[in-house]
């Protein structure tokens, strides 16, 4: 690289070293959630973080507790997993209740 190349980093590669992740592309609702880099590191973290899991915090229980029965609509291996320059996630999530 040379003073003033352009760096674009790859954020969907975040999270999925296999090197530092077991089995990074399978959601483990159980891995620490301490290793991550979802919102940033350092002096570049993510200022919502706090707010983003508070809302977790208060979301997640508040829907479950709505509807119980919350579960997959599909088998896990049949949702399928899209990558792009932002994020690695779901085209769709189909649930049931």
């Known amino acids: 690289m040379k003073k003033g190349d352009v760096v674009v980093p790859a ?4 999270n999925r070293d296999p090197e530092r992740f077991e089995n990074p592309d399978t959601f483990d609702i159980g891995r620490s959630a301490t290793a991550h880099l979802a919102f940033g590191f ?6 919502g973080r706090q707010l983003a899991r508070v809302e977790m915090r208060i979301a997640i229980p508040a829907l479950l507790e709505r509807f119980p029965t919350l579960r ?3 088998p896990a291996e049949d949702i399928e997993m899209r990558t792009n320059s932002l994020a690695y996630r779901t085209g769709a999530l189909p649930v049931a209740w």
């Open 42 to 47: 350092g002096v570049h973290q993510c200022v």
């Open 72 to 74: 997959l609509g599909a």
């Open 11 to 14: 954020l969907f590669a975040a």
